[in-house]
């Protein structure tokens, strides 16, 4: 409904149909529903997991000598872990934007052995790294994709 002004007036209230609470609410339950596909969950226990692994890589693969490496990759996983929770609870609408981050994560988890340790990295460091980096990689592009297809087909139903 408009508001009803005077003539030579203007209304402060807000048309926009976008803050309506019913729409916020479908959005939530469209976020909701997204985030419990099998591929949403598989995606998120797989990041979860490949952030894990890179927090202990230096322990699981016994590089701990590498001190720099070993602090700098537990940081980095732990961070990449908890944006992948993030993506796991009901804010996936908004949390699915920071797969950009992960991204910078998984790629900085490919380049740290030579970046951190410069000519000191081992075969071990090298694999371990980029094998979790790329999978750091591609599972922050998935994530990613399945935003930006939740927001492609919300753009379609607002059309209809």
């Known amino acids: 409904m408009a508001a009803h002004t005077s003539p030579g007036t203007t209304s402060s209230t807000s048309d926009s149909i976008d803050q309506h609470p019913d729409i916020m609410a479908l959005r939530r339950d469209h976020s909701e529903r997204a985030a419990s596909t099998p591929m949403a969950q ?32 537990l940081i980095a996983g732990l961070a990449f872990a908890l944006l992948a929770m993030g993506y796991a609870n009901s804010a ?11 991204l910078g994560i998984g790629v900085w988890a490919i380049i740290a052995p030579w970046v951190i ?44």
């Open 117 to 160: 340790t410069g000519s000191f990295a081992t075969m071990h460091t090298i694999w371990s790294n980029c094998v979790i980096g790329g999978v750091m990689v591609l599972l922050s592009l998935v994530t990613a994709a399945l935003g930006a297809g939740r927001s492609r087909a919300r753009g379609r139903s607002r059309r209809t």
């Open 92 to 102: 996936y609408e908004r949390m699915h934007g920071l797969s950009w981050a992960a």
């Open 42 to 73: 598989a995606v998120e226990g797989l990041a979860i997991l490949a952030g894990l692994y890179l927090a202990g890589s230096a322990w699981i693969i016994g590089f701990t000598a590498f001190t720099p490496l070993a602090i700098t990759n």
